[in-house]
């Protein structure tokens, strides 16, 4: 089973802190991984991806892989209020289909 | 332009009955995939699309069926409903030409099985 693990959270952060998001995955032949943003009641909607190991920079958004240690992590700068939402991992599975963490949910407090 | 749209937004079944869901998909994507959200198990892929062949399934039992139309749009079908069905269906399309293509969801239909 390819397994996709985040903690569920919650992660509180002060208003204008760095938020560190972690996941870890099992599949090592994975190539492709994503960060999803889901607001609650809404769908998700993609922020990240990555697909070579190092830092990728997007604003205040830097999303960066080890695939030796199977790790992907995502951090935000000068996390602001708006950005409270659950953060959704995922790990291209066998082609065309995504595999999933369960998301950690951030709070970002003023 | 439209975005992925996903028919009905809410349904009510009991238990035997079947369902049937839809998805249109963003003008000119051709690859459409079916995800289930429960807060157990967070989302999990059911399957993927792409020119009305079925290219990749999940670990869904055979109640769990889908279809995709000449013009790109979905459907997805679970027959003989269990409680265990009640979730978040999303639908997402994209221009898969490559596995790593950007995912654009639906708003979902949310399904509750009494």
């Known amino acids: 089973q390819k397994e996709v693990e985040q903690n569920s959270g919650p992660l509180s952060v002060p208003e204008g802190a760095i938020a560190s998001l972690n996941c870890t995955y099992s599949?090592?032949?994975?190539?492709?991984f994503f960060w999803y943003r889901q607001y609650s009641g809404k769908s998700p909607e993609l922020i990240m991806s990555?697909?070579?190991?190092g830092d990728k920079e997007d604003g205040r958004f830097t999303a960066q892989l080890n695939k030796a240690s199977q790790y992907v992590s995502l951090l935000i700068r000068d996390s602001q209020p708006s950005d409270s939402a659950t953060y959704l991992c995922?790990?291209?599975?066998?082609?065309?289909?995504?595999?999933f963490g369960k998301g950690t949910s951030l709070l970002v407090t003023p | 332009k439209a975005g992925v749209t996903q028919t009905p937004r809410y349904l009510i079944k009991t238990r035997g009955q079947q369902v049937t869901l839809s998805c249109s998909p963003i003008?000119?994507?051709?690859?459409v995939s079916w995800y289930q959200q429960t807060p157990g198990q967070g989302l999990q892929f059911l399957f993927e699309?792409?020119?009305?062949?079925?290219?990749n399934k999940g670990n869904f039992p055979g109640r769990f069926s889908g279809r995709q139309f000449s013009n790109s749009r979905s459907e997805m079908n679970v027959s003989t409903l269990e409680l265990g069905d009640s979730a978040l269906y999303l639908c997402?399309?994209?221009?898969?030409?490559?596995?790593?293509?950007?995912?654009?969801f639906g708003s979902g239909t949310q399904l509750s099985v009494l």
């Open positions: 997402a399309s994209s221009l898969a030409t490559t596995p790593a293509e950007k995912l654009f």
């Open positions: 599949d090592r032949g994975s190539q492709s």
């Open positions: 990555i697909y070579s190991n």
């Open positions: 995922a790990v291209e599975n066998s082609g065309y289909a995504l595999n």
């Open positions: 003008s000119g994507h051709r690859s």
């Open positions: 699309y792409f020119s009305e062949t079925q290219r």
